[in-house]
């Protein structure tokens, strides 16, 4: 074997046993997935954030109308349901604006069985605007049942990277929730100086 044989011999050794920058090159091969999987938890958490804040709006608007302030406050049919609507808005604008994204529904019934016959599914504020105009507003009486339901679309933020909460075709997700209840006695309330 010729000296510069052994030379190049004893350079592939030292080339082979150096460890110099293995870190950056492992850290290379395992940052995509840890980011992968840090931002697919934050989307997770965060969705649900959204989910639960939609909820809450609903519980908020279902109370002003259980108690008769929906029914009780001034003006017309249309500032009683701008009103609410604000109301339901100032808790969801944390995820975008509230035009185009969110259509609050509310609708009284006489019976369960009136209540049950109604299988219409949620209309969102990207269903055709005949349909978004169609959306009833009856906040019912005294002792009537009541169906609150709020529809936000809700924007993912990470539609490529990680868990695509989205649905097919977009980046958009919509966040649907329903309160029924019976309206209070509230006229007899105040009367009785509840």
């Given at each position: 074997m010729s000296i510069q044989q052994l030379i190049r011999a004893k350079k592939r050794r030292r080339f082979c046993g150096d460890r110099r920058g293995s870190?950056?090159?492992?850290?290379?091969?395992?940052?995509?997935?840890?980011?992968?999987?840090?931002?697919?938890?934050f989307e997770v958490g965060w969705f649900y954030f959204a989910n639960s804040i939609v909820d809450a709006s609903v519980s908020g608007a279902a109370r002003q109308i259980k108690t008769g302030q929906v029914q009780r406050s001034g003006g017309s049919d249309a500032d009683k349901f701008q009103a609410l609507y604000d109301d339901v808005c100032d808790i969801v604008d944390t995820f975008g604006a509230c035009t185009n994204r969110l259509t609050?529904?509310?609708?009284?019934?006489?019976?369960?069985?009136e209540l049950a016959a109604d299988t219409a599914a949620a209309t969102c504020a990207d269903a055709p605007p005949d349909q978004v105009d169609a959306i009833p507003f009856s906040p019912g009486d005294e002792l009537q049942i009541v169906k609150v339901r709020v529809c936000y679309i809700y924007t993912t933020l990470?539609?490529?990277?990680?868990?695509?909460?989205?649905e097919s075709g977009s980046s958009d997700r919509r966040l649907v929730s329903t309160m029924i209840f019976r309206n209070e006695p509230y006229e007899r309330n105040s009367q009785n100086g509840a």
């Open positions: 870190a950056a090159v492992e850290f290379s091969i395992v940052a995509p997935v840890f980011l992968l999987m840090m931002f697919s938890t609050v529904e509310v609708k009284s019934y006489t019976t369960f069985g990470n539609p490529a990277i990680g868990i695509n909460l989205a």
